[in-house]
């Protein structure tokens, strides 16, 4: 059984910074691509970033020069790195796992979510 658990969301300033991550437990060999979505009110989930194996990454055109993603693969931990945070970042994050190698396969798998507040 994977477990994806995500932490760092919370209550910030416009311009201010806020970490997110989220681990991967269980019996796991290897993770394909890792990534962050989001979620405002009365919107669609959408892509933020994406990050392969082979640390490709990919971004949301609203986040580029502001967010960074990166992974830790012995850790099963995804990052996300926000800065400059503006009120339109407000939403529900979640994380993404793609491609989860276990012992009886491979799949995805999408954590609970954590709220991202940006209001002054």
């Known amino acids: 059984q994977v477990q994806l658990v995500e932490s760092g969301g919370g209550l910030v300033q416009p311009g201010g910074s806020l970490r997110l991550s989220c681990a991967a437990s269980?019996?796991?060999?290897?993770?394909?691509?890792m990534g962050w979505y989001r979620q405002a009110p009365g919107k669609q989930r959408e892509l933020v970033a994406t990050v392969t194996s082979g640390d490709s990454t990919n971004y949301a055109d609203s986040v580029k020069g502001r967010f960074t993603i990166s992974r830790d693969n012995a850790k099963n931990t995804v990052y996300l790195q926000m800065n400059s945070l503006k009120p339109e970042d407000t939403a529900v994050y979640y994380c993404?796992?793609?491609?989860?190698?276990?012992?009886?396969?491979?799949?995805?798998?999408w954590g609970r979510g954590t709220q991202v507040t940006v209001s002054s």
């Open positions: 993404k796992m793609q491609g989860v190698r276990i012992t009886l396969g491979r799949n995805n798998y």
């Open positions: 269980g019996s796991i060999f290897s993770i394909d691509v």
